[in-house]
Protein backbone atom coordinates (compact mmCIF):
# COMPACT_ATOMS: atom_id res chain seq x y z
CA UNK A 1 0.00 0.00 0.00
CA UNK A 2 1.41 3.69 -0.82
CA UNK A 3 1.66 5.81 1.91
CA UNK A 4 1.25 8.97 -0.49
CA UNK A 5 -0.85 8.87 -3.20
CA UNK A 6 -0.37 12.39 -4.75
CA UNK A 7 1.42 13.14 -7.30
CA UNK A 8 4.63 14.17 -6.60
CA UNK A 9 6.35 17.50 -8.26
CA UNK A 10 9.14 17.55 -10.05
CA UNK A 11 12.16 19.02 -8.96
CA UNK A 12 12.90 20.60 -12.54
CA UNK A 13 11.61 24.40 -12.33
CA UNK A 14 11.05 23.89 -16.60
CA UNK A 15 11.50 20.98 -18.62
CA UNK A 16 14.45 20.73 -20.71
CA UNK A 17 15.39 21.89 -24.08
CA UNK A 18 15.34 19.50 -27.01
CA UNK A 19 18.51 17.25 -27.89
CA UNK A 20 19.44 17.07 -31.61
CA UNK A 21 17.39 14.77 -33.93
CA UNK A 22 14.58 14.08 -31.26
CA UNK A 23 11.72 14.37 -33.55
CA UNK A 24 13.56 12.22 -35.97
CA UNK A 25 14.16 9.55 -33.16
CA UNK A 26 10.65 9.59 -32.27
CA UNK A 27 9.58 9.05 -36.04
CA UNK A 28 12.35 5.73 -35.83
CA UNK A 29 10.56 4.72 -32.88
CA UNK A 30 6.69 5.17 -34.97
CA UNK A 31 7.75 4.00 -38.02
CA UNK A 32 9.73 0.72 -36.74
CA UNK A 33 6.56 -0.12 -34.81
CA UNK A 34 3.87 0.61 -37.32
CA UNK A 35 5.79 -0.27 -40.43
CA UNK A 36 8.03 -3.32 -39.54
CA UNK A 37 7.08 -4.91 -36.28
CA UNK A 38 3.49 -4.50 -36.81
CA UNK A 39 3.40 -6.81 -39.81
CA UNK A 40 5.96 -9.01 -38.73
CA UNK A 41 3.93 -9.49 -36.14
CA UNK A 42 0.95 -10.37 -38.90
CA UNK A 43 3.13 -12.73 -40.99
CA UNK A 44 4.17 -14.54 -38.03
CA UNK A 45 0.09 -15.44 -37.72
CA UNK A 46 0.28 -16.61 -40.77
CA UNK A 47 2.51 -18.98 -41.00
CA UNK A 48 1.56 -20.14 -38.36
CA UNK A 49 -1.60 -20.60 -39.06
CA UNK A 50 -0.76 -22.03 -42.07
CA UNK A 51 1.74 -24.85 -40.37
CA UNK A 52 -0.97 -25.55 -37.69
CA UNK A 53 -3.46 -26.42 -40.39
CA UNK A 54 -0.53 -28.90 -42.56
CA UNK A 55 -0.07 -30.10 -39.43
CA UNK A 56 -3.74 -31.09 -38.77
CA UNK A 57 -4.13 -32.47 -42.31
CA UNK A 58 -1.31 -34.58 -41.82
CA UNK A 59 -2.16 -36.16 -38.70
CA UNK A 60 -5.49 -36.03 -38.88
CA UNK A 61 -8.73 -35.86 -41.37
CA UNK A 62 -10.62 -33.70 -42.97
CA UNK A 63 -8.63 -30.28 -42.87
CA UNK A 64 -8.24 -28.55 -45.83
CA UNK A 65 -5.32 -26.44 -45.91
CA UNK A 66 -4.83 -24.96 -49.23
CA UNK A 67 -6.91 -21.97 -48.42
CA UNK A 68 -5.36 -21.11 -45.82
CA UNK A 69 -1.91 -21.49 -47.23
CA UNK A 70 -3.04 -18.96 -49.97
CA UNK A 71 -4.02 -16.99 -47.43
CA UNK A 72 -1.36 -17.14 -45.67
CA UNK A 73 0.84 -16.20 -48.68
CA UNK A 74 -0.93 -13.31 -49.42
CA UNK A 75 -0.79 -11.58 -45.92
CA UNK A 76 2.98 -12.79 -45.77
CA UNK A 77 3.41 -10.91 -49.06
CA UNK A 78 1.93 -8.21 -48.18
CA UNK A 79 3.40 -7.75 -44.94
CA UNK A 80 6.98 -8.32 -46.04
CA UNK A 81 6.45 -5.45 -48.85
CA UNK A 82 5.47 -3.02 -46.10
CA UNK A 83 8.28 -4.34 -44.05
CA UNK A 84 10.82 -3.45 -46.80
CA UNK A 85 9.42 0.36 -47.38
CA UNK A 86 9.37 0.55 -43.57
CA UNK A 87 12.90 -0.62 -43.33
CA UNK A 88 13.69 1.59 -45.73
CA UNK A 89 12.35 4.58 -44.41
CA UNK A 90 13.98 3.61 -40.89
CA UNK A 91 17.32 3.47 -42.51
CA UNK A 92 16.78 7.00 -43.93
CA UNK A 93 16.03 8.45 -40.21
CA UNK A 94 18.48 6.76 -38.88
CA UNK A 95 21.24 8.73 -41.35
CA UNK A 96 18.98 11.82 -40.69
CA UNK A 97 19.68 11.67 -37.13
CA UNK A 98 23.01 10.69 -37.52
CA UNK A 99 23.42 14.05 -39.82
CA UNK A 100 21.35 16.24 -37.08
CA UNK A 101 23.96 14.66 -34.05
CA UNK A 102 26.63 15.01 -36.15
CA UNK A 103 26.18 18.74 -36.89
CA UNK A 104 25.20 19.72 -33.37
CA UNK A 105 28.32 18.50 -32.03
CA UNK A 106 29.93 20.95 -34.15
CA UNK A 107 27.54 23.73 -32.95
CA UNK A 108 27.93 23.29 -29.70
CA UNK A 109 31.32 24.36 -30.37
CA UNK A 110 29.92 27.80 -30.63
CA UNK A 111 29.78 28.21 -26.98
CA UNK A 112 32.60 28.65 -25.65
CA UNK A 113 32.49 32.03 -26.72
CA UNK A 114 29.09 32.85 -25.43
CA UNK A 115 26.41 31.67 -28.27
CA UNK A 116 23.27 29.93 -27.83
CA UNK A 117 22.89 27.33 -29.23
CA UNK A 118 19.44 24.82 -30.01
CA UNK A 119 18.02 21.95 -31.26
CA UNK A 120 15.04 20.17 -32.57
CA UNK A 121 12.43 23.22 -32.25
CA UNK A 122 9.46 22.10 -33.31
CA UNK A 123 6.73 24.45 -35.17
CA UNK A 124 3.21 23.29 -36.88
CA UNK A 125 3.62 20.16 -38.94
CA UNK A 126 7.59 21.17 -39.57
CA UNK A 127 10.57 21.69 -37.34
CA UNK A 128 14.12 23.76 -37.09
CA UNK A 129 17.49 21.29 -37.21
CA UNK A 130 19.47 23.53 -35.06
CA UNK A 131 19.42 27.56 -34.23
CA UNK A 132 22.66 29.40 -32.98
CA UNK A 133 22.10 32.80 -31.47
CA UNK A 134 25.67 34.28 -31.50
CA UNK A 135 26.85 37.96 -31.75
CA UNK A 136 27.01 37.78 -35.42
CA UNK A 137 23.31 37.32 -35.65
CA UNK A 138 20.85 34.48 -35.36
CA UNK A 139 21.51 31.18 -37.55
CA UNK A 140 18.99 28.87 -38.58
CA UNK A 141 20.30 25.60 -39.56
CA UNK A 142 19.02 22.50 -41.81
CA UNK A 143 20.79 19.41 -42.21
CA UNK A 144 20.40 17.50 -45.21
CA UNK A 145 21.98 14.36 -45.41
CA UNK A 146 23.00 12.59 -49.11
CA UNK A 147 24.79 9.21 -49.56
CA UNK A 148 28.18 9.37 -51.52
CA UNK A 149 28.30 7.98 -54.91
CA UNK A 150 30.20 5.15 -54.87
CA UNK A 151 32.56 6.54 -57.58
CA UNK A 152 33.63 10.16 -58.40
CA UNK A 153 33.53 13.18 -56.27
CA UNK A 154 31.02 13.94 -53.36
CA UNK A 155 30.45 17.67 -54.42
CA UNK A 156 27.62 19.85 -54.70
CA UNK A 157 27.39 23.05 -56.52
CA UNK A 158 25.30 26.24 -55.37
CA UNK A 159 24.59 29.45 -57.51
CA UNK A 160 23.36 31.46 -54.81
CA UNK A 161 19.48 30.26 -55.41
CA UNK A 162 19.73 26.32 -56.08
CA UNK A 163 21.75 23.31 -54.54
CA UNK A 164 22.61 21.13 -57.41
CA UNK A 165 24.30 17.81 -57.86
CA UNK A 166 26.15 17.13 -61.49
CA UNK A 167 23.96 19.97 -62.43
CA UNK A 168 20.41 19.27 -61.47
CA UNK A 169 18.70 20.41 -58.64
CA UNK A 170 18.80 18.57 -55.97
CA UNK A 171 14.74 17.71 -54.82
CA UNK A 172 12.77 18.94 -52.10
CA UNK A 173 14.52 22.57 -52.94
CA UNK A 174 16.41 23.34 -49.41
CA UNK A 175 17.12 26.59 -49.95
CA UNK A 176 13.32 27.62 -50.18
CA UNK A 177 12.85 25.57 -46.90
CA UNK A 178 15.50 27.38 -44.59
CA UNK A 179 14.43 30.33 -45.95
CA UNK A 180 10.49 29.95 -44.95
CA UNK A 181 12.34 28.80 -41.66
CA UNK A 182 13.74 31.45 -40.86
CA UNK A 183 11.25 33.47 -41.76
CA UNK A 184 8.83 31.88 -39.31
CA UNK A 185 11.89 32.42 -36.51
CA UNK A 186 11.91 35.57 -37.68
CA UNK A 187 8.53 36.59 -37.13
CA UNK A 188 8.15 34.38 -33.76
CA UNK A 189 11.48 35.98 -31.94
CA UNK A 190 10.24 39.94 -33.77
CA UNK A 191 7.00 39.00 -32.12
CA UNK A 192 7.95 38.54 -28.61
CA UNK A 193 10.99 41.18 -28.52
CA UNK A 194 9.62 43.35 -30.34
CA UNK A 195 12.59 43.76 -32.43
CA UNK A 196 14.03 43.35 -36.44
CA UNK A 197 16.41 40.63 -35.93
CA UNK A 198 19.20 39.41 -38.13
CA UNK A 199 18.61 35.65 -39.39
CA UNK A 200 20.38 33.75 -41.61
CA UNK A 201 19.20 30.42 -43.39
CA UNK A 202 21.91 27.52 -43.58
CA UNK A 203 21.79 24.56 -45.21
CA UNK A 204 24.61 22.10 -44.66
CA UNK A 205 25.55 18.76 -46.14
CA UNK A 206 27.67 16.82 -43.56
CA UNK A 207 30.20 14.67 -45.85
CA UNK A 208 30.20 17.06 -49.04
CA UNK A 209 32.28 19.63 -50.35
CA UNK A 210 30.31 22.43 -51.89
CA UNK A 211 31.45 24.37 -54.94
CA UNK A 212 29.94 28.08 -54.90
CA UNK A 213 31.25 31.37 -56.12
CA UNK A 214 30.72 33.30 -52.65
CA UNK A 215 28.73 31.51 -50.12
CA UNK A 216 29.51 34.59 -47.68
CA UNK A 217 27.61 37.06 -50.09
CA UNK A 218 24.35 34.58 -50.54
CA UNK A 219 21.10 35.14 -48.51
CA UNK A 220 21.57 31.46 -47.89
CA UNK A 221 24.89 29.82 -46.97
CA UNK A 222 25.14 26.47 -48.13
CA UNK A 223 28.17 24.58 -46.31
CA UNK A 224 29.56 21.46 -45.25
CA UNK A 225 29.12 21.46 -41.57
CA UNK A 226 33.05 21.52 -40.18
CA UNK A 227 32.94 25.09 -42.23
CA UNK A 228 29.88 26.43 -39.73
CA UNK A 229 31.49 27.43 -37.14
CA UNK A 230 34.21 29.68 -38.59
CA UNK A 231 31.23 31.08 -41.24
CA UNK A 232 29.55 32.46 -37.50
CA UNK A 233 32.50 33.64 -35.44
CA UNK A 234 33.94 35.72 -38.62
CA UNK A 235 31.00 37.43 -39.48
CA UNK A 236 30.88 41.07 -37.88
CA UNK A 237 28.83 41.87 -34.72
CA UNK A 238 25.52 42.95 -34.94
CA UNK A 239 23.70 41.62 -31.40
CA UNK A 240 25.35 42.85 -27.90
CA UNK A 241 25.73 39.94 -25.62
CA UNK A 242 22.74 40.74 -23.33
CA UNK A 243 20.61 40.88 -26.32
CA UNK A 244 22.20 37.20 -27.36
CA UNK A 245 20.86 35.96 -23.68
CA UNK A 246 17.43 38.17 -24.32
CA UNK A 247 16.90 36.11 -27.58
CA UNK A 248 17.22 32.88 -26.57
CA UNK A 249 15.02 33.28 -23.68
CA UNK A 250 12.37 33.79 -25.17
CA UNK A 251 13.16 31.44 -27.85
CA UNK A 252 13.67 28.72 -24.85
CA UNK A 253 10.47 29.87 -23.19
CA UNK A 254 8.48 29.38 -26.96
CA UNK A 255 10.50 25.68 -26.54
CA UNK A 256 9.12 24.79 -23.67
CA UNK A 257 5.41 25.98 -23.78
CA UNK A 258 5.23 24.15 -27.36
CA UNK A 259 5.94 20.70 -25.22
CA UNK A 260 3.24 21.48 -22.82
Not at 44 to 67: D, G, K
Not at 165 to 188: F, R
Amino acid sequence: MLKNSRAKKSPLKSKPLRNPGQSLEKRLIDTLLDDVLFFYMIATVAVVLAIYEWYRWYFETLPSPILVSVVALGIVAIAAWKMVRGLRAVNKIKLGIAGEKAVGQFLERLRVNGAQVFHDIEGEKFNLDHVVIHSSGIYVIETKMMSKPEKGKSELEFDGVQVKHHGKPIKGDPVTQVNAASYWLGELLSESTGRKLPIRGVVVYPGWYINSPDTRRTKVWVLNPKALPAFIENQPKQIEPEDVHLYAYHLSRFIRSNRA
